[in-house]
C-alpha cells in the first residue's frame, strides 16, 4: 500500500514518525477522511472547507493551498488498485521536545492514506441496524475533526460491546450526534437535525442529506432535538462518509419505531446513492 507522508509517496511500512510527533504525544491535531467512488472524491471541496476550520479551530497554518491538496489526494487515489475508497489525512503540530506550549520553527507532521471504501452491506441497508445510547462525555469542541477522539473511541466501543454499530449521544437532554456519525430523525414526514454548533461534527453527508432533501422539496428543519423527541420519532438515521445513510431500527436493544427503515429513508437513500459519482465510462455514455 502506498502512503503519503511529509512530501513522499511511500510504502506504508517505510513510513516512519517520530515517537516525539505532537499527534501521537497530545492528540494535537486534526483529519479528514473523503469517500472516493470509481476515483472520484466525494465533495472534496467541502472536505477541504472543513479541514481549514478545524486547523483555525486548532490554531495550525494550513500547510498546502486547496489546489495542492487536491493534486496530493488525486495522486493517492491514482496510486491505488482498487476503484471506491476512504482517503484518510491528519495534519499534526510536528516533532518537538515535550512541552504542552506550541513549539516554535516545527514544521507540521502530514500523512495521508487511502483504504478500500467499507460501505454498508446491502443486509445493513435492507434491515436497518442497531444502535446504543449514552451521555455524551466529549469536549466542548466537537465541530472540530481532531485527531483527539478518546471519547468518541469509548463511545463506538460500547456500541460494539452491545453488538449494535454506533453510539447515539445526549447531552443534556438534547440529541449531538453518534460516535462517529450524525444522527437524523423523521417525524411526520419532517426530516429534523441537530443545527451545526460546538457540539457536532459538521458532517459533509449531513450537509448532501439538506441538500438532497432541499432539491427534492423534502420538509427539512435543523433545531435542537429533545431525546423525548428523538427516543419517540418515526424514523432515525445515521449518516457519515463510509455509513453514508443508515436507517436505524433497534435501540437499546429493542425494535425502533416500525423495526424496519422507513419511506423517508427509503427515499432518501435513493436520492444519496443517484449522488454519487458515476463509472466515468458511465457518465461518458450517458453524456453522449
Ligand atoms: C463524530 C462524527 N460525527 C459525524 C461524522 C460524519 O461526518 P462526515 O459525514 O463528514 O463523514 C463523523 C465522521 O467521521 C464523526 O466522526
Redesign the pocket.
Known amino acids: 500500500m502506498t502512503v503519503y507522508l511529509n512530501g513522499k509517496f511511500l510504502a506504508l511500512e517505510d513510513a516512519k514518525i517520530s515517537v516525539l510527533d505532537r499527534g501521537f504525544i497530545y492528540g494535537d491535531g486534526v483529519y479528514e477522511?473523503v469517500p472516493v467512488y470509481h476515483r472520484q472524491p466525494y465533495r472534496l471541496a467541502q472536505h477541504l472547507a472543513r479541514l481549514r476550520r478545524s486547523l483555525e479551530g486548532i490554531r495550525l497554518a494550513n500547510p498546502h493551498p486547496d489546489a495542492r491538496w487536491e493534486a496530493i489526494i488525486r495522486e493517492l487515489i491514482a496510486r491505488q488498485p482498487f476503484e471506491h475508497q476512504g482517503v484518510y489525512f491528519q495534519v499534526t503540530r510536528g516533532v518537538a521536545k515535550r512541552d504542552h506550549t506550541f513549539p516554535a520553527g516545527v514544521p507540521p507532521t502530514v500523512f495521508m492514506m487511502s483504504n478500500p471504501l467499507a460501505t454498508p452491506s446491502a443486509e445493513q441497508v435492507e434491515r436497518g441496524v442497531a444502535v446504543v445510547t449514552a451521555a455524551d462525555e466529549r469536549w466542548l469542541h466537537?465541530d472540530w475533526k481532531t485527531i483527539s477522539l478518546v471519547g468518541?473511541v469509548l463511545a463506538r466501543q460500547l456500541a460494539a460491546d452491545h453488538g449494535a454499530v454506533e453510539t447515539v449521544m445526549f447531552r443534556d437532554g438534547y440529541l449531538t450526534?453518534?460516535?462517529?456519525?450524525?444522527v437524523l430523525i423523521v417525524k411526520r414526514g419532517t426530516i429534523i437535525a441537530p443545527p451545526k454548533d460546538n457540539l457536532?461534527?459538521p458532517?459533509?453527508?449531513?450537509d448532501a442529506t439538506w441538500d438532497l432533501a432541499r432539491d427534492a422539496g423534502l420538509p427539512f428543519e435543523l433545531r435542537p432535538v429533545t431525546k423525548d423527541e428523538a427516543l419517540g420519532a418515526d424514523e432515525m438515521w445515521l449518516?457519515?462518509?463510509t455509513k453514508e445513510v443508515l436507517a436505524v431500527t433497534t435501540l437499546d436493544g429493542k425494535p425502533f419505531a416500525a423495526g424496519r427503515p422507513g419511506p423517508m429513508f427509503r427515499r432518501m437513500y435513493a436520492l444519496f446513492q443517484a449522488s454519487k459519482p458515476k463509472a466515468r465510462s458511465a457518465v461518458s455514455s450517458a453524456d453522449a
Open positions: 477522511l466537537c468518541n450526534e453518534a460516535s462517529a456519525s450524525n457536532i461534527l458532517g459533509i453527508t449531513y449518516s457519515s462518509s
